[in-house]
């Protein structure tokens, strides 16, 4: 099931859109554009390349913990 877009004005009086998800959760929320023409603009841009957009992480890896080697002690003469 697809989501919907909603246009809106900000507390700035700036347009802007949100991408809603079935369940009515707000998955998106855009910046402000000064015409509704405008955030109408973004919106069929995101559209478009949303779909076949790739998925690009550029967020800090993870800190490894340390590995930990057991060693196994070798049986000492006595």
Sequence with gaps: MAGNFE???GDDALY????????GCVL???SGYDRKR???TAITAVRENAA???IRD???PATRRPLVRH???RATAS
């Design 58 to 60: 550029h967020s800090e």
């Design 16 to 23: 802007r859109f949100r991408l809603i998800d079935e369940d």
């Design 28 to 30: 998106v929320t855009s």
């Design 71 to 73: 060693v196994k002690r």
């Design 7 to 9: 246009i809106f004005r």
């Design 52 to 54: 076949m957009g790739h």
């Design 38 to 40: 405008e955030a109408v």
